[in-house]
């Protein structure tokens, strides 16, 4: 199978407004296959899981079938996967809970390149247990964060290092498995945000080496709401604050209150359909796998093409250059305030908000300030004439403006 961006178009109703979307890193639109999952999850007979009833029953498969999903998709264990309210509340959560065995002397490192969520918790938990925070800068004329320098802020007393599975400004993607071995020689945890790595590639956390990692299906084409994954031994170890009636098993000792049936539903669904996109092998982590290596070829090629287009635009800048890197572009226009050139491009039809999109120390570290630049993400349902639009609005611009 090959992947056809025509047949995914059809699958999604937002795009009949005919809008191009380039806003995907904040979140997707969603096809009627998850829309429908979520339907009928609301529509069916289900009451708290259990094992009695059939509304019991029905409970505890959309729980167990989610899970299995959110493995196959990550390569991990089921028995792992721990459901949020978002990647924000599990990182907090995680977070707490961690803090409880740190003391005084004790090190967490954080990246600017990083969205807050994966600073501020990290930050705040190091602050109450009285550890010290240490700042693993990027090169912000490339934007890479290699692992020098990560390994650079190591040293014998961290406990935990934080970083980026891919910039969701930049689109930078650190090179995981490198950065596992510095962390792990260091007796360190490695704590990774996979939110916008997670839409754009085939994701293997046993080779990646992170001891958790974090994502959000509506980032990837599902509902809104947020995934841990780590191994259920090192869940194991931590204890949750907690109400004293919930389960103290793993991972349900994670779980607060009780989940989003539906919103698994939907998640299952997304993970289903994202193998379907470009495979039909037998098992569910082979097609996604093949499907999503075929989604990241289609993207890079058209993200080729977005990149040549912006550096044939005078006055628009590109920030970051990294060699590796989800099809992501933060850009500026010389002259014109990041607001009116999502303002003009709005006008079009096209969707390309301007903000630090709570990057805001990888914003301030490239010299942006806290206003940030233009953000354009590409999606699975993005098209080549979407590029074009998109590039058409920014010529415009450029033409029509004075500096």
Known sequence: MTFDVSAVRDDFPALAEGTAFFDGPGGTQTPRQVAQAVADAMCSGISNRGTVTAAELRAETVVREARQAMADLLGCDPRGVVFARSATQATYDVSRALAKQWGPGDEVVVTRLDHDSNIRPWVQAAEAAGATVRWADFDPLTGELTVDHVRARLG?????????????????????????????????????????????????????????????PYKFLGPHHGVLAAAPALLESLRPDKLLTSSDEVPERFELGTLPYELLAGTTAAVDYLASLASNAPDRRTRLTESMRALEEHEAALFARLLDGLGRIERVRVHGSPKRRTPTVYFTV????????????????????????????ASRHLGLGDTGAVRAGLAPYTSADDVDRLLAGLAEITATSTR
């Open 156 to 216: 014998g007393r961290t406990r935990l290092v934080a970083v980026t599975g891919a910039s969701n400004v930049l689109g930078t993607r650190p090179d995981l498995p490198a950065v596992a071995d510095a962390v792990h020689e260091a007796g360190a945890l490695l704590y990774v945000d996979g939110v916008h790595r997670t839409p754009h590639a085939p994701v293997d956390l046993p080779a990646w080496g992170a001891d958790f990692y974090v994502c959000s």
């Open 334 to 361: 010389d002259g014109v305030e990041g607001r009116a050139v999502c303002a003009h491009l709005a006008r079009r039809g096209v969707n390309a908000p301007a903000s630090h999109f709570y990057a805001l120390e």
